[in-house]
């Protein structure tokens, strides 16, 4: 599975934008969440979710993608070029 660094490597270079992840600690993340106007549900659900990733819940690899969509799943990679052509970031 890719990094946080390495998915926002290949958005810049794949869309010619430069992206950049950023770690922030859980109290940064919902101040820019708040910043950005979402609510304090949302601030929490957020926040729980990234928690999760963070102690790598969802670091293994699984069979949900096929199973649930009847289709194999696909690399980042070709997500961010079809992105791209769309222009999703322009």
């Known amino acids: ?3 946080l660094d390495g998915m926002a490597e290949d958005i810049t270079v794949l869309a010619c934008r430069d992206i950049r992840y950023e770690a922030l600690t859980p109290d940064a993340y919902a ?3 708040r910043a950005a106007g979402v609510d304090e549900f949302g601030v929490g659900e ?3 979710l ?3 990733m963070r102690e790598g819940h969802l670091a293994s690899v699984r069979d949900d993608v ?3 969509l009847g289709r194999p799943a696909r690399p980042f990679r070709d997500w961010v070029l079809e992105q791209a052509a769309l ?3 322009t």
């Open 46 to 48: 957020l926040g729980g």
């Open 87 to 89: 222009g999703t970031w």
């Open 1 to 3: 599975m890719d990094t």
């Open 66 to 68: 096929p199973r649930l």
């Open 31 to 33: 101040a820019e969440l």
């Open 50 to 52: 990234f928690a999760i």
